[in-house]
């Protein structure tokens, strides 16, 4: 288990050096893993051309990493629990050693199918422990993993599957979700037909719904492992090999694969974990993020393992079969960390404290949430009661580009304040800039959250599009990092997140493009254009408001059908993430003389705060403003 910091002496000393040589810092952090052959150089970094390298020149397997380095002492200690969407089938755990074995075989199977070294290997699979197995197996053997949310429409896999070149697609017959069974094959074999990469495809038998297998294709998880080797030597990997993409939202175009290489995250993961949560051997941690988000890959997957936890991994929802399910699984399994977002939170909030009441939840030491800003309502509900004022909470600030937590409290050595991530981790630089990119310094000040020095897990480029990347982070601000997110110093110098400042939603701690959202929209037959903006929601955090100019033969439909139908296609073309909470129709949308749609307007009405709209003179026609406050039913 790594070292970890105890004290919040201890905090300022490892920060301070962190910051005065990160090279010194982050050698010492990083000679507690297994290397085949170590780095010659820590870092080597440009932010003008985003060419980041950490750890230059050493040789690992992060597989290596969780088993071989622990299997020693770790064997018998139970790596993952899995409790399944349905309480009454019985819990599945698996040992490191059965891990590892499992690990191995699928690995073996992967290479039996043709899969090598630097292949991309999209997975879109349940949140049982074969996604797991999948990730490991092809970090095992070197291939690149692109986990996809199973929730996401046959389109946008197939769009992911096609800009990674995916050769071979991991999935399930059907997923668990509630009491709904989701034919998730069918979503697969929908998408293949406009991919032209995939090879093979192993389908893990789950819910026993029928499904097509195609002859040469298609394999079942059972029978491709049946008899097969549990060794597998790992392949060596170089520091700055590609470990895995992962598709995420931006504030313009399609969803960009943000790359993540092996040795930086390796080392950046597994350091935040064991000192954020202070995970101690005995704990039990349980993540309720899904694989196909950035926190089930770093906080269910990579870190927790590289420290040899035990991980619950958990099916279904917070909800079923009842509203308790969250407490029920947290008294079952005698969970000690307990991380989750805030919208799960504002739920599970509406259905008061009895729910609670009625589960021993004392085993539980500490608190975590991610994904969005959580409300101080919601912090203080979770600390009191779930948390019955004795675990700390930490509100973790990140991103998928950057690979693991940046700002947060650590767990019981940071005093926390409500609705504050707090301090950043050691190693992260964090600066605040106006819009024209004036550095603000000094506490009390707002502004543009930027990084100025590199981390290991930074993300190293956008998959086959470098020049994105570049232009998205790095292009805003000069020399800097931008992270697309507002933030406050407050005088205590704690960082407070204030929220998206691009054109990206947070839906319930899922992250949605403006553009995304339109494009769909806008693929509607009946519709001419769109302008989609995120307004404040109760439980999500953000809800989708969509402003729609239809053709003119939608006049002949019902708006409600229409609405519905609205929300058919963006499920078709996204996902049911992405539909809209209010379709508005419009007959223009407010415009600037240079044909910019000003959102700022759009947002407003959205919010119901018509009182300031500021100035409307620059538009090309001011009394579209008018029409659309009508429509939403509000007077000025
Ligand atoms: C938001 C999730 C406030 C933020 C790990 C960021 C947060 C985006 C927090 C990244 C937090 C994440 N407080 N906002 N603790 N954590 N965010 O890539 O806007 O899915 O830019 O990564 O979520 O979302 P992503």
């Known amino acids: 288990m790594l070292t970890k910091i105890n004290t919040l002496s201890g905090y300022l000393y490892e920060y301070q050096k962190s910051v005065a040589n990160p090279e010194d810092f982050w050698d010492s952090v990083a000679q507690q893993f297994y290397w085949r052959k170590t780095w010659d150089k820590v870092v080597e970094w440009n932010f003008e051309n985003l060419d980041v390298k950490w750890f230059i020149g050493g040789k690992l397997n992060i597989t290596e990493n969780i088993f071989e380095r622990n299997l020693f002492t770790l064997g018998e200690k139970t790596a993952i629990i899995f ?3 349905d309480p009454n089938e019985p819990v599945r755990k698996l040992t490191y050693k059965e891990l590892y074995e499992e690990v191995c075989r699928f690995a073996n199977v992967l290479l039996a199918n043709g899969v090598r070294k630097g292949d991309r290997v999209a997975i879109y699979m349940p949140m049982t422990p074969e996604a797991a197995i999948a990730m490991l197996a092809c970090a095992r053997i070197g291939a690149i993993h692109s986990v996809v949310f199973a929730g996401f429409s046959a389109s946008s ?24 069974t989701i034919e998730v094959k069918a ?11 995939v090879e093979k495809v192993i389908v893990l038998k789950r819910t026993n719904t029928p499904v097509q297998m195609q002859a040469g294709r298609d394999i079942w998880w059972h029978e491709a492992v049946q008899g097969g080797s549990v060794q597998n030597k790992a392949e060596e990997m170089d520091s700055e090999d590609m470990l895995f993409i992962l598709y995420t939202s931006g504030s313009t175009g399609k969803p960009k694969g943000v790359v993540h290489t092996t040795g930086g995250y390796m080392v950046y993961t597994a350091y935040t974990f064991r000192n954020v949560f202070q995970y101690e051997p005995q704990d039990i941690f349980w993540c309720t993020a899904d694989v196909g988000w950035v926190t089930g890959h770093s906080y269910i997957v990579y870190g927790p393992l590289l420290n040899g936890a035990t991980v619950v991994m958990f099916e ?3 909800t079923y079969p009842d509203v308790d399910r969250f407490w029920a699984v947290v008294e079952k399994h005698k969970v000690t960390h307990l991380y989750t977002a805030p919208t799960a939170i504002r739920a599970l909030m509406a259905y008061g404290t009895e729910p609670i009441q009625k589960h021993d939840l004392s085993s539980l030491k500490v608190l975590g949430t991610v994904g969005e800003p959580i409300n101080e309502e919601a912090w203080h509900w979770y600390y009191n009661h779930v948390g019955k004022g004795n675990c700390p909470v930490v509100d973790t600030w990140w991103q998928t580009e950057t690979g693991g937590i940046m700002i947060s409290p650590i767990a019981g050595v940071t005093p926390t304040k409500p609705g504050y991530a707090t301090l950043p981790m050691p190693g992260i630089q964090p600066v605040i800039v106006d819009n024209e990119g004036r550095e603000l310094k000094g506490n009390n000040v707002e502004g543009n959250l930027c990084i100025k020095f590199p981390w290991p897990s930074m993300i190293r480029t956008t998959y086959g599009d470098h020049e994105r990347a570049v232009n998205t982070y790095f292009k805003t601000f000069k020399g800097l990092y931008f992270t697309g997110d507002g933030v406050k110093r407050d005088a205590d110098g704690y960082y407070r997140i204030l929220g ?5 939603i947070n839906v319930s701690g899922h992250r949605l493009g403006t553009a995304e959202v339109e494009n769909a929209i806008n693929s509607h037959p009946l519709v001419i254009e769109s302008a989609v903006v995120g307004y404040p929601h109760e439980i999500k955090g953000q809800g989708i408001y969509a402003y729609v100019i239809l053709d003119s033969a939608a006049k002949e439909h019902d708006p409600e059908k229409l609405k519905q139908s609205l929300l058919t296609t963006v499920t078709k073309v996204i996902g049911p993430i992405a539909k809209p909470d209010v379709i508005q129709f419009v007959s223009c949308l407010p415009k600037t003389r240079s044909g910019k749609i000003m959102r700022r307007i759009l947002r407003k009405v959205a919010e119901k705060d018509i009182s300031n709209l500021g100035d409307t003179t620059t538009l090309l026609d001011p009394t579209v403003v008018d029409e659309i406050i009508e429509g939403a039913g509000l007077r000025q």
């Open 500 to 504: 998206r400042v691009d054109d990206v």
């Open 187 to 197: 979503v697969v074999d929908e998408a293949l037909q406009s991919c032209t990469s």
């Open 83 to 85: 409790e399944p969407n």
């Open 316 to 318: 279904g929802v917070p």
């Open 157 to 180: 896999l197939a769009d992911r599957i096609n800009d990674a070149q995916a050769k071979m697609v991991i999935t399930s017959d059907g997923n668990f979700r509630g009491a709904k």
